[in-house]
């Protein structure tokens, strides 16, 4: 259904202001170290996270759901391969995620955002890097959801970029604090439904793609 640019820049003013409402939902979370472990135990033991191989997972920044423990356990554990994204940009100059295999901490340094991120100097290495179409799961931060996976980012476009060029059974599993939930999150002609929303409380199941 085709949108017009009049409905679509309704859709973005109000989203904004959703925005803003699920910044300071995020950021009044208490208690987000023991949260956001709750939430990444249910992410772990969903059946697509144990028959995946090769998993994106975030690194938390700000007021996120933290998964920096779980996510530094499974890289020393070794049994699957952990791609954690950082900022770039491609040929175009538009924002998009680089993917890196992560096998230790100490590859990592502190970048935009004060993100762990790989050095900029090996930034696109073969031998590390991934594409999109070489995942199987992705963990997906987010501002705001509903419980039908509708999902409100940054407004950067970096996760959506990504999502649009995996698999169709790739998984994208959204992962957030319950106050970050909606009855309904507004959503424009290009923004992708999750599969799952998983928070401290319960596993969603969402539309997902079409």
């Known amino acids: 259904m085709s949108i017009s640019k009049e409905e679509l820049e309704k859709i973005m003013e109000k989203k904004g202001k959703m925005r803003r409402e699920a910044y300071d939902r995020r950021n009044a979370q208490e208690n987000k170290d023991e949260i956001s472990a709750e939430a990444v135990k249910l992410f772990m033991?969903?059946?697509?996270?144990?028959?995946?191989?090769?998993?994106?997972?975030?690194?938390?920044c700000r007021s996120?759901?933290?998964?920096?423990?779980?996510?530094?356990?499974?890289?020393?554990k070794?049994?699957?391969?952990?791609?954690?994204?950082?900022?770039?940009?491609?040929?175009?100059?538009?924002?998009?995620?680089?993917?890196?295999?992560?096998?230790s901490l100490e590859e990592m340094v502190v970048g935009k955002w004060n993100i762990l991120e790989p050095p900029k100097e090996l930034w696109g290495n073969p031998e590390k890097e991934v594409t999109p179409e070489d995942l199987d799961m992705i963990m997906v931060p987010g501002v705001g959801f509903d419980r039908n996976g509708g999902r409100m980012g940054n407004g950067q476009g970096y996760y959506d970029r990504t999502m649009e060029k995996?698999?169709?059974?790739?998984?994208?599993?959204?992962?957030?604090?319950?106050?970050?939930?909606?009855?309904?999150?507004?959503?424009?002609?290009?923004?992708v439904y999750m599969d799952k929303v998983v928070t401290e409380k319960e596993v969603y199941i969402g539309k997902g793609r079409d």
């Open 45 to 60: 033991a969903l059946p697509e996270y144990q028959k995946a191989n090769t998993i994106m997972w975030y690194i938390d």
């Open 64 to 76: 996120e759901t933290r998964t920096k423990p779980e996510l530094l356990a499974e890289v020393k």
């Open 78 to 103: 070794g049994e699957k391969k952990i791609i954690v994204p950082y900022c770039t940009e491609d040929e175009n100059g538009e924002n998009k995620l680089g993917l890196w295999h992560m096998e």
């Open 166 to 191: 995996v698999r169709p059974d790739c998984s994208l599993i959204a992962l957030c604090y319950e106050t970050q939930l909606f009855d309904e999150i507004l959503v424009a002609p290009h923004d």
